[in-house]
């Protein structure tokens, strides 16, 4: 259910919806009518990483502006597309959202409240209290270990810091388009050190996570051993990095 109306007081380019997708024709268009219904005041811009389906028509179908890109450069490399769009085109804040349908576009409005009072990333967290969304076994324990070392990081409880539904400041979005990790979890795990060292504020929001709608979902015991060691590896490999500067 959605509950947020157009604000009279939004000026134009104030919040982009950013959907990274890759060959998510069957759910892209969905996603994208939900999140217009949800927040009516919010542009959305599709970037389709490569797909090789009908994924960039269903999303202009849809109503999206779409960044139809020719090679596939992972979430990542899609991310750090829309945020130089957003940049480019003057917004003051940005979401995050799956193309998959497992995000509900109704909790954006609280990220984004997040965002408008003083937070520049704003995690949507799905171990924070809200709905029955469970993960088991190395994954999971994967997950704790690294929420832990970055809580310290960040000095505040984080407890999911692979989601990938989060808002981020303008200030976030200035910083990441020039230096948003495109490697394998550097998405998620990379990118956050390098906001919390150049000084964001991060804060998370407990969601309630839904069904995808199309696909399904990666997890085996040994996919998740391998998931454990990159991780840990993306985690290292930020701690060490240079500190990026954030533009104030």
Request: one cysteine or more.
């Amino acid at each position: 259910m959605c509950l947020e109306h157009a604000r009279e007081d939004s000026a134009p380019h104030d919040l982009l919806v950013i959907i990274p997708a890759w060959n998510e024709e069957e759910s892209v268009g969905g996603v994208v009518h939900s999140v217009r219904e949800c927040v009516p005041r919010a542009d959305v811009l599709v970037v389709s990483d490569g797909s090789r389906d009908g994924t960039a028509a269903a999303a202009r179908k849809a109503g999206a502006d779409v960044l139809d890109l020719k090679i596939n450069l992972g979430v990542g490399g899609a991310m750090r597309a829309g945020f130089v769009y957003a940049v480019d085109n003057g917004y003051r804040s940005a979401v995050q959202v799956d193309a998959d349908g497992q995000h509900n576009p109704a909790d954006i409005p609280a990220l984004v409240e997040r965002i408008e009072a003083g937070a520049d990333i704003v995690i949507g967290s799905r171990f924070a209290g809200v709905g029955q969304y469970r993960s088991r076994g190395p994954r999971r324990w994967a997950m704790k270990i690294l929420a832990s070392v970055l809580s310290c990081i960040a000095h505040t409880k984080l407890t999911d810091v692979t989601s990938g539904f989060k808002a981020y400041s303008a200030r976030a979005l200035a910083l990441f388009s020039t230096s948003y990790p495109a490697e394998y979890l550097g998405d998620t795990i990379e990118a956050l050190v390098v906001g919390i060292r150049s000084g964001m504020v991060v804060e998370q929001v407990g969601v309630e996570m839904r069904k995808r709608v199309a696909g399904e979902p990666s997890h085996s015991p040994g996919k998740s051993t391998v998931y454990l060691l990159r991780a840990s590896l993306a985690l290292a490999v930020a701690l060490v990095s240079p500190v990026k500067k954030a533009v104030r």
